[in-house]
């Protein structure tokens, strides 16, 4: 079965420091996999996702994220934080399961930037 | 852009009542879904819906119901509302789940309380 994990559930970055955001997955098929934003009081926004082509995604607001099979990880990062990038980070997985396609989120990492 | 929106923003109900959440979508996605978000458990999957009154179960249905008379809403309801219930809700609609890389679209999520 497919799953994610996320380290660290809390990280804190200085303004312009390199933002690091780690994601591992587990899947028997290829996986398909996404990273989301949860800004405080919104819903989640899709950042980016990774669809078995190029293995460097990029995505909005500066965010990419490299797909590493040998390491079955899925890392988020961006060179120069900024204070707009404090929000709430999911990585999630495709789960085929009974005919459908369900995604499988990470228990969440809690950004924090300060000056 | 698609808009997914939620009735209510913040609900506080009492032990023991019938709590409706509605979410209203406007791109005629054909699936929804609904979640609840808990700090160190990322999203859960309480149930889901790829049709007009089609639902499946997800991986925490208990003490939930759904209902999806027409496509573009789909509500959640709890029977008989109890204090474990208290969570953020989150709703989200897609394009057809045989799309392996369907983004999810979230609304901005309804916090209930239940006292």
């Known amino acids: 079965a497919q799953s994610v994990t996320q380290l660290g559930s809390h990280v804190s970055v200085s303004e312009g420091a390199l933002v690091l955001l780690r994601c591992n997955y587990s899947?028997?098929?290829?996986?398909?996999l996404f990273w989301y934003v949860q800004y405080p009081n919104q819903g989640l926004q899709l950042l980016l996702k990774?669809?078995?082509?190029?293995?460097l995604v990029k995505g909005i607001n500066g965010f990419e994220a490299e797909f590493k099979k040998s390491e079955t990880s899925f890392h988020l990062t961006k060179p120069s934080a900024h204070m707009s990038d404090a929000a709430e980070y999911f990585c999630a997985v495709i789960m085929f399961s009974g005919g459908y396609n369900k995604l499988i989120f990470g228990a969440g990492t809690r950004l924090a930037v300060h000056p | 852009d698609v808009k997914v929106t939620q009735s209510s923003r913040y609900l506080v109900k009492r032990t023991g009542e019938k709590v409706f959440l509605e979410c209203v979508q406007d791109m005629d996605h054909e699936n929804m879904f609904w979640y609840r978000q808990d700090p160190g458990l990322g999203l859960r999957l309480i149930y889901f819906?790829?049709?007009?009154?089609?639902?499946e179960k997800g991986d925490i249905p208990e003490g939930y119901s759904v209902s999806r008379e027409k496509k573009e809403r789909f509500s959640l309801i709890l029977e008989s509302a109890s204090t474990n219930q208290t969570s953020m809700y989150l709703c989200?609609?897609?394009?057809?789940?045989?799309?392996?890389?369907?983004?999810?679209?979230f609304g901005p999520g309804t916090r209930l309380t239940v006292l």
């Open positions: 819906s790829y049709d007009v009154k089609m639902k």
């Open positions: 990774y669809t078995s082509a190029a293995t």
């Open positions: 899947s028997s098929v290829p996986p398909y």
């Open positions: 989200a609609s897609s394009l057809p789940l045989g799309g392996r890389t369907n983004e999810q679209f």
